[in-house]
């Protein structure tokens, strides 16, 4: 009997999850798109191109449609047999809700499983890829666009104007092109009454074939030598004016430049990492030793600083005490050099020590990436299994099927989730708590809670029940509500 239950809780929870699953990653996936959307419009980029984006994002969205679709699921799954009786049915007949939880905890915990090893082989790889190619979308030039009366500077070395454009798109008017490619200002200038613009068949280039024109030179100096003719006037009937687009081209970045980021690690890089850097950390102190020997002499480690050291240490040389300055100890012919060298070597210690500091804040800020990024893949693949626990009890507890109320609740347990789990991420880059408490913050808040909900569940709590609070709601208001005496 149990096993043909088994069977029913899972077949029953694998549609739902399904469909859910991937609602969610459309969902996320579309949040991606607007938000990137300006960068990707107007860039003249293929489908293929925009389409390939869209599939590595959502690729690296699924760490958190994950959680999202097994509380949605679980919360339907629940809620649809509390809706229908089936759990009262099972109940009557000896069968506990823990019990009647387990298969579905087992799934979930594969699935747990699978979603870590997800995280960990298939994310660094999209992430890569992702990530190399929204960078040269971001820095690709956007496709040439020349709108009348306004100067257009997107071909490099040129700023062109028409007056205006025929209803074809080709045949402009009233051109403007000054040619800037000597770097000297708008000493060439190229104006016409009529052309066509008609780029090449391979889009590499744009010809401007333009019709009763005049070409002004005012020449260039060479050398500090003023031109042989420094300036011309030159009319055309016709002249072919060909611009380069290569630079409009969508080139691709070397992905091995983004290999040494973080996000592109699996957990045995972030850790090989994480070792190398703490290592870093406890050398600070050394290093700083270093470069302050030279210009300390109780630090320098020469036999007679040791000697000096072990003096002061054990008393035996004291400080002595001058009635003026110091400086009136020194010869007046050493004094500036004395000050001058002084001065020179506070200069080159503040310099190192700088640097020093510098190089220890840069460590400890990628010992922190390291340290939130590591946690991260365990904790969203544990979100999984936690949310399970959330949504089970409450689908039990709520019994409504459907996606009315338990959207509701599911969206908003999934904010409380991603609210709790960015604050951790903060808390944990700023260093105000370790990195595994704060990226475990959301399942240290929600777990007690979820704990709470199975209890609930268990003895049919009626927490969603109108009538409860209501009653609730009369109780306190009898209590305030002064007693009437009684008429004797």
């Known amino acids: 009997m149990f096993k043909k239950l088994d069977i029913l809780i899972i077949r029953s929870f694998i549609g739902p999850f399904i469909v859910t699953f991937f609602v969610a990653l459309f969902v ?9 959307m300006d960068e990707l419009i107007g ?17 690296t969205l699924v760490p958190l449609a994950l959680p999202l679709s097994v509380l949605l699921a679980s919360l339907m799954t629940f809620g649809n047999m509390g809706e229908n009786f089936e759990l009262v049915a099972i109940k009557s007949s000896g069968i506990s809700l823990l019990r009647f939880m387990q298969p579905l905890g087992i799934f979930i915990t594969i699935v747990c499983g699978l979603a870590f090893v997800f995280n960990n082989n298939v994310i660094p790889v999209a992430n890569l890829k992702a990530l190399s190619l929204l960078y040269d979308v971001r820095n690709a030039k956007p496709t040439l666009n020349i ?23 080709f045949t402009i008017h009233d051109i403007i092109i000054y040619d800037h490619t000597d770097l000297v200002g708008n000493n060439k200038v190229i104006i016409a009454k009529e052309g066509k613009m008609m780029p090449t068949s391979d889009k590499q280039a744009l010809i401007f074939k333009l019709k009763d024109g005049w070409l002004y030179d005012e020449g260039v100096e060479r050398n500090g030598r003023t031109p042989e003719y420094p300036q011309t006037r030159t009319h055309f009937a016709t002249w072919d004016k060909v611009f380069d687009l290569s630079a409009f081209n969508f080139t691709r970045a070397n992905q091995d430049l983004f290999k040494t980021a973080y996000q592109m690690m699996d957990v045995k890089q972030l850790s090989d990492g994480i070792d190398s850097f703490a290592k870093m950390m406890k050398n600070t102190p050394v290093t700083a030793a270093t470069y302050m020997s030279p210009y300390v002499s109780l630090t320098n480690g020469t036999k007679e600083a040791s000697a000096l050291e072990a003096g002061v240490d054990t008393g035996h040389y004291v400080a002595r005490t001058y009635t003026g300055s110091y400086l009136n100890l020194i010869p007046e012919d050493k004094k500036v050099i004395m000050l001058q060298a002084t001065c020179n070597n506070l200069r080159n210690l503040k310099s190192l020590m700088n640097n020093n500091a510098l190089q220890d804040k840069l460590t400890k800020d990628n010992f922190l990436k390291y340290s939130i990024e590591y946690h991260r893949k365990f904790s969203l693949s544990f979100a999984c299994l936690l949310l399970f626990l959330i949504g089970a009890p409450l689908g039990a507890i709520i019994r409504k099927g459907g996606l009315g109320l338990p959207m509701i609740v599911a969206v908003a347990f999934f904010i409380a989730f991603l609210m709790l789990n960015k604050i951790g991420e903060n808390l944990a880059k700023t260093s105000s708590y370790p990195s595994w408490i704060g990226m475990w913050l959301c399942t240290i808040v929600l777990l007690p809670i979820a704990i709470w909900l199975i209890a609930k569940a268990r003895n049919d709590s009626q927490i969603f029940s109108k009538e ?18 009684a008429i004797a």
Not at 28 to 36: C, D, H, R
């Open 28 to 36: 996320l996936v579309m949040q991606f798109f607007w938000l990137y």
């Open 43 to 59: 860039k003249g980029l293929s489908s293929w191109m925009i389409m390939q984006l869209l599939l590595l994002m959502s690729a």
């Open 147 to 169: 709108k009348p009366e306004r100067f257009n500077s997107d071909i490099p070395g040129f700023a062109i104007k028409v007056g205006s454009k025929d209803e074809d798109g």
């Open 468 to 485: 409860m609070y209501l009653r609730g709601w009369r109780v306190i208001k009898g209590l305030l509500t002064p007693k009437k005496e």
